[in-house]
């Protein structure tokens, strides 16, 4: 075997993973910056290491993908659009940081700065030794950048049988996605397809589907969909939204089964004894953070403890994205699965590493959706700030709806959800009304002050 193929032509030929393993031997195995994970916050942490001057050769990343980081995000949104659609997001055009205005990283852009990749799944972090295990390989680093996101929740834990079956879908890494597109196309715009859960993920893939013909209906337990995020009031105003544009929803019963015919899904059975014929399902209930293989670092939340600058119980050590627990702004701690805190936390790690001296992490949430893209009438919604107050909507349009959070009598959340979606401008008035927690005696009239 020739071990002389450089990670470009490695990347870019589709050659099998051991071409990429045999080059990772090759390379110094001690950096001294080590990013473990390949999503959207190793990509951010790469970009910032970069624009710091690092020198070539002292950044390596661990990663069990094929490809080199991309914004996650687009694989439930343009990544699933129909084939009518104007954009239909492929690798390599979304790698990171396109999403955040920066640089479209390909594996060209790690080979010119000098970062290296581990291929392989990090399996355990001796902190003593400052040692990661990558299979049969052991990296040393100087620091480490924990980056390793969360993976779906699989229904299959909860007594759900039958996940496994062919077409049931969890959307997480790309190749998940393009076999949901795969399915889809083998459907020819018919069929029908059952989504599993009311969230993000849900909704965000509800709204493809019906857009390739095929027949949709999302099934929840809760009352309404986001049910973390919308009360009853936004959440009938998003599922009437969905409803008009063909997607049918079943509120408060839950999946018991997926029923098969051979190796496929056939359909699935409900609590309630319903059964919905379907030929292709995706589940979407939620994530859980991918910290087993480090053991001895403190934890909160589910996640790696950090301080206001992402560093760990061990000074050597700093943890970004899904899987750290950072001191919210808004009291106690908090850790978020978002990609706009996957950004912001990898650049304030990066800093904080280099000894830069940052200021304290003072993170205001930013949450976002859009739906229905490929139409002439997509949804889109944005919130700031922490949704544990009391919502309260306050403003409705004939196409729009907006609300605040309010905690202790001040406002600490506020949401724009629209079609078309909220303007530039709307959304920094909104994140200004955030950051303001301004007295909410009266909720339209903290909306209105704000000119919203």
């Given at each position: 075997q020739d071990c002389s193929v450089s990670l470009l032509e490695a990347l870019s030929s589709g050659r099998p993973n051991f071409m990429l393993r045999a080059y990772a031997r090759q390379m110094s195995k001690s950096f001294e910056y080590l990013i473990v994970g390949g999503g959207n916050a190793a990509g951010y942490a790469c970009r910032e290491l970069a624009a710091q001057g690092v020198a070539a050769?002292?950044?390596?990343?661990?990663?069990?993908?094929?490809?080199?980081?991309?914004?996650?995000?687009?694989?439930?949104?343009?990544?699933?659009?129909?084939?009518?659609?104007?954009?239909?997001a492929r690798l390599p055009g979304f790698h990171t940081c396109v999403g955040g205005g920066g640089d479209r990283q390909t594996a060209e852009w790690y080979t010119e700065k000098g970062i290296s990749f581990v291929q392989g799944k990090a399996t355990a972090v001796d902190l003593a030794a400052k040692t990661v295990a990558v299979g049969e390989d052991t990296c040393a680093y100087d620091k480490l950048i924990l980056a390793t996101g969360a993976r779906p929740l699989r229904v299959s834990q909860f007594g759900v049988k039958g996940d496994d079956l062919k077409n049931v879908f969890y959307i997480r890494e790309e190749p998940e996605a393009a076999a949901l597109v795969q399915a889809l196309e083998a459907l020819g715009g018919a069929g029908k397809a059952v989504i599993v859960g009311g969230g993000y993920i849900g909704l965000e893939c509800a709204a493809a589907l019906v857009g390739w013909g095929v027949e949709t209906t999302m099934v929840f337990p809760e009352a309404n969909c986001m049910p973390r995020l919308f009360n009853a009031e936004l959440g009938k105003w998003l599922e009437d939204e969905y409803a008009a544009r063909g997607v049918k929803i079943l509120k408060g019963d839950l999946v018991t089964e997926f029923l098969s015919e051979g190796e496929a899904v056939s359909g699935v059975r409900l609590k309630s004894g319903q059964t919905l014929p379907c030929s292709v399902a995706v589940v979407g209930v939620g994530a859980s953070p991918n910290v087993e293989f480090c053991s001895g670092l403190a934890m909160d939340k589910g996640g790696f403890a950090v301080d206001p600058f992402m560093k760990t119980s061990d000074p050597s050590v700093f943890a970004i994205g899904d899987v750290c627990a950072f001191p919210s702004a808004y009291?106690?701690?908090?850790?978020?699965?978002?990609?706009?805190?996957?950004?912001?936390?990898?650049?304030?790690?990066?800093?904080?590493?280099?000894g830069l001296s940052p200021e304290p992490y003072k993170y205001l949430p930013y949450f976002y959706s859009r739906v229905f893209e490929y139409s002439d009438a997509p949804i889109v919604f944005n919130f700031f700030g922490d949704e544990s107050g009391e919502c309260h909507v306050c403003a409705r349009g004939e196409k729009s709806i907006g609300a605040i959070w309010v905690k202790d009598g001040r406002v600490t959340g506020a949401l724009l959800m629209g079609s078309p979606g909220p303007t530039a401008d709307d959304q920094a008035k909104l994140r200004e009304l955030v950051a303001a927690q301004p007295a909410a005696v009266d909720a339209a009239a903290a909306f209105a002050a704000a000119k919203l």
């Open positions: 050769g002292k950044v390596g990343i661990v990663t069990a993908e094929a490809v080199p980081p991309y914004e996650r995000p687009a694989l439930t949104k343009a990544y699933l659009h129909p084939p009518t659609a104007k954009v239909r009291g106690g701690t908090s850790r978020c699965e978002h990609v706009d805190h996957a950004r912001k936390s990898a650049k304030q790690a990066v800093m904080a590493a280099m």
